[in-house]
């Protein structure tokens, strides 16, 4: 193995996904020489669009564009007092690797938090009494107010060709869309897409009963879409292979079809794939970064040194490099010290099947973000949270899976193989939907992520440590979902429901798939003391250190995290531009 130093950048982007390819063209189109380095693969759109057929087996069951646990494992446990144990297969989330990272394979619902879910912790002081909520939460507002933050969410909207319905436009409150959401200062790139007959019995159910439904907001385009940076993507056709795949039809806003294909083309740009980055190497004061360090694919130790490095992976990868490179004090959840590793946050979903002899749903022709949901029931919008002595929400929403044959939903007691499995998909098949939630979750004091004393990764270093289980709030949160979901089941009036909620007994399963939306770690906020972060994604500790990506959630909202984390990163990438390269320093002065 050889030590190799490559010439010098203004910025070094270590992770090429959402965040990664946002900052990337942002500070390209300043000038600055940038170079991006990605643990995985390259994965140009000629590897998976048409004609290459979806391969159901190979994205949705074997992760073909996911990380293995070999190079991404992590160990979990439910308390401190436990030894933790490593992942060895991805059950309840499945983080993305390669060019485009988790924006690859995502579904592409694309909805922002409320006002609300962004001051939670001032909501939460002015509507609940003290001692109503658990003594161990650590909720907390995020650093920006909502008119801050919106023309950056205005701003990704259109790099994604948004399709939707407005809801509320400049604090008009618009029919059809969801009257609980933020003031938008624009209106919706495209128009929703179309109804399946699912959601549109769950939309005119949800309303009957008094609730607010809307089109789901989908970054799975509904017409032809040239974005502000001159990308272009198709109309979808409702093929229905979204979820843990490329999009076969350039139709899926992801890093590929939004981003990549431009900043590509700058030449002061470049890219390195198969790069693994195993720490940020700084200066003696340990006050600055002079790059990172990165073994090739040829397994040679190489130094990229940079002026600017940017650390936007995956959260886990996000928050473990900081430990590694010793950027900012580990958190100690029985002293409450340090900053990195806190506020771990992940959700709980959860979700009804209704099953009719009468009725048939095509369930062939779909989109990822195709479906209906209402946000009737998030904090500040409900006030039976308060009297039952819990904080959070859900979006409630029926939204049509592809119709692909593994994993169809079948009525309980159906064979799993063979003969009675294909008998029951000749009866069931297409006679089925959902209904379903996807939950807050908020942070606590013993919720935490360090680095696991027993267990190492193939270079030596050792894995990143998960402490996390549900807590009360979040059961109770589930039964009172669960029961509003059964209702308007009900009130469809299926021949048969299964069900599939928490008990209040119920313990973190990490085998079961549930989302890929983890949060927290190293976390922005208003003070070194309780934040790795200041409001510009930029290091307390190290200042020419930034990190977006979920990682900077303090606690988890009910919406997809992914509309929030290109909005912070092209709200950090502003700053960068017209501060921190006027002046490089600290940008929040404590």
Known sequence: MSNITNDEVDVVIVGLGWAGSIMAIELAKEGLKVRALERGP???PEDFAYPKPADQYAYAIKNKVFATPRDAALTVRYNDSETALPTRKWGAFAPGTGVGGSGLHWTGVLIRPTTTDLKLKTYADHAYKRGALDPDMRIKDFPFSWEEIEPFYDKFDKICGLSGTTGNLQGVIQPGGDPFEGPRSSPYPLPALHDTYN???????????????????SANVSQAWTNPYGAQLAPCNYCGYCSKYPCLNYSKASPQTTILDVVKRMPNFSYRANANVIRVDLHADKKTAKGVTYIDENKNEVFQPARIVILSSFQFANVRLMMLSGIGQIYNPQTETGTI????????NGDATLFFKDKHFNPFATAGAT??????????NFEDGIKLGFIGGAKIHSSQATGAPIGTSLPKGTPGWGKGWKEGMVDWYGRSMKIGITTTCQSYR??????????????????????????????????YLRDIV??????????????NFLALDSHWDITKYVSTHNVGGAIMGDSPRDSALNRYLQSWDVHNVFVP??????????????????????FAAEAIKNQYLKNPGPLVQV
């Open 42 to 44: 390259d994965r140009p």
């Open 199 to 217: 959601s549109s019995l769950f939309a005119a159910t949800a309303k009957k009963m008094g609730y607010h439904p809307f089109p789901n907001p």
């Open 341 to 348: 590793g806190r506020n771990y946050a992940f959700l709980s």
């Open 371 to 380: 479906g209906e949901m209402f946000n009737d029931i998030s904090p500040g």
């Open 446 to 479: 013993g919720h935490h992520l360090d680095l696991d004393p027993n267990y190492k990764d193939p270079w030596g270093q050792p894995l990143l440590r998960m402490t996390f289980d549900w807590r009360q709030n979040e059961l109770k949160l589930q039964r």
């Open 486 to 499: 059964l209702g308007i089941a009900k009130e469809l009036g299926p021949d048969s429901i299964s069900e």
């Open 549 to 570: 990506g979920g990682n900077a959630f303090p606690q988890n909202f009910q919406a997809n995290p992914t509309a929030t984390i290109g909005a912070i990163t092209l």
